[in-house]
């Protein structure tokens, strides 16, 4: 079992910052991979990024490249979301994954999730 606690989110004017956390708790947090995913009322959840056990491989979702960094550290058990020159189409509430398996830009097939942070884009 692996528990996940999302943190960092808020509100921020376009162009801003803000840094998400993901803290794991649970055994063998250092075999998943991790995602962050982003959802709207109403709408599937969608891929904003990934990063393999090792932290040596990372993906993005198409809208978020250049602009979001994911970065993990196994010693601390947290994984983090960097978010940078944000925009009011990045308002969402985010969430955190782990995933044991190869699909990491597909939500269904994660297999463990935090409660989700709002990020709030607005000016």
């Known amino acids: 079992q692996v528990q996940l606690v999302e943190s960092g989110g808020g509100l921020v004017q376009p162009g801003g910052s803000l840094r998400l956390s993901c803290a794991a708790s649970g055994r063998k947090f250092s075999i998943y991979i991790m995602g962050w995913f982003r959802q709207a009322p109403g709408k599937e959840r969608e891929f904003v990024g990934a990063?393999?056990?090792?932290?040596?491989?990372?993906f993005y979702g198409d809208s978020v490249k250049g602009r979001f960094t994911i970065s993990r550290d196994n010693a601390k058990n947290m994984v983090y979301l960097q978010m940078n020159s944000l925009k009011p189409e990045d308002t969402d509430v985010y969430y955190c994954?782990?995933?044991?398996?190869?699909?990491?830009?597909?939500?269904?097939?994660?297999?463990?999730w935090g409660q989700g942070t709002q990020v709030s884009v607005s000016s």
């Open positions: 990063i393999s056990w090792t932290g040596d491989t990372v």
């Open positions: 994954g782990a995933e044991s398996g190869p699909a990491y830009n597909d939500f269904r097939k994660y297999d463990y």
